[in-house]
């Protein structure tokens, strides 16, 4: 099982960015395909973006495409959130998470069920 930190999070005015990443402990971080979640207030966790163990597929939800850009770093066992253009609409706690499976190339279509770890989230706040 890989375990998982997030951090980045922060307060920002509509308009401005932030940069999440979240840091895996395990030699294995490298196999796996990795998401980012969130979870607004009074609302359901939702599925953020995804990328694959290479980098070579990604995969967004409609509202953050264009504004949102997941990489990765698996030298470092890390994952980012790039966030650009940040909306009020973005405000929730931001979390990471690690496929269930090994070396997914393709991400397209995960849902919540398909990974099994997840880091304990940082709060994103945007002011309007």
């Known amino acids: 099982q890989v375990q998982l930190v997030e951090s980045g999070g922060g307060l920002v005015q509509a308009g401005g960015s932030l940069r999440l990443s979240c840091t895996a402990s395990g030699r294995t971080f490298s196999q796996y395909a990795m998401g980012w979640f969130r979870q607004a207030p009074g609302k359901e966790r939702e599925f953020v973006a995804a990328i694959s163990w290479t980098s070579g597929s990604t995969y967004y939800t409609d509202s953050v495409k264009g504004r949102f850009t997941i990489s990765r770093d698996n030298a470092k066992n890390t994952v980012y959130l790039q966030m650009n253009s940040l909306k009020p609409e973005d405000t929730a706690v931001y979390y990471c998470?690690?496929?269930?499976?090994?070396?997914?190339?393709?991400?397209?279509?995960?849902?919540?069920?398909?990974?099994?770890?997840w880091g304990q989230g940082t709060q994103v706040t945007v002011s309007s």
């Open positions: 998470a690690a496929d269930r499976g090994r070396r997914r190339t393709v991400v397209a279509g995960l849902a919540q069920a398909d990974f099994g770890s």
